[in-house]
Nanobody, 119 residues
């Protein structure tokens, strides 16, 4: 089995920074896409940032210039560095990963980590 474990969510003041981490473990052969999504109360889950195995990245317009996604392939870990945080960034942040495991494809979500930005 493959699982994702996230960490790093916290309460922070507007203008502050946080770094989220998400590590995949289990019978993994390779990981393709790793991504961060978020879901605010009463809203749909939305894409924040993605990174592919080849290193390409993509960001939501709302976070461009403030958030940076990166990955350590040796550790099967993806990070989200969040700077200049705003109250609108308050949400549960979910990690997503897909790729190949020993017995086939996988696509998996983490359990979520709460980020709260106070004004």
């Amino acid at each position: 089995q493959v699982q994702l474990v996230e960490s790093g969510g916290d309460l922070v003041q507007a203008g502050g920074s946080l770094r989220l981490s998400c590590t995949a473990s289990g019978n993994i052969k390779s990981i393709n896409t790793m991504a961060w999504y978020r879901q605010a109360p009463g809203k749909q889950r939305e894409l924040v940032a993605t990174t592919t195995g080849g290193g390409r990245t993509n960001y939501a317009d709302s976070v461009k210039g403030r958030f940076t996604i990166s990955r350590d392939n040796a550790k099967n870990t993806v990070y989200l560095q969040m700077n200049s945080l705003k109250p609108d960034d308050t949400a549960v942040y979910y990690c997503y990963a897909d790729g190949w495991k020993i017995d086939g494809l996988f696509g998996l979500w983490g359990q979520g980590t709460q980020v709260t930005v106070s004004s």
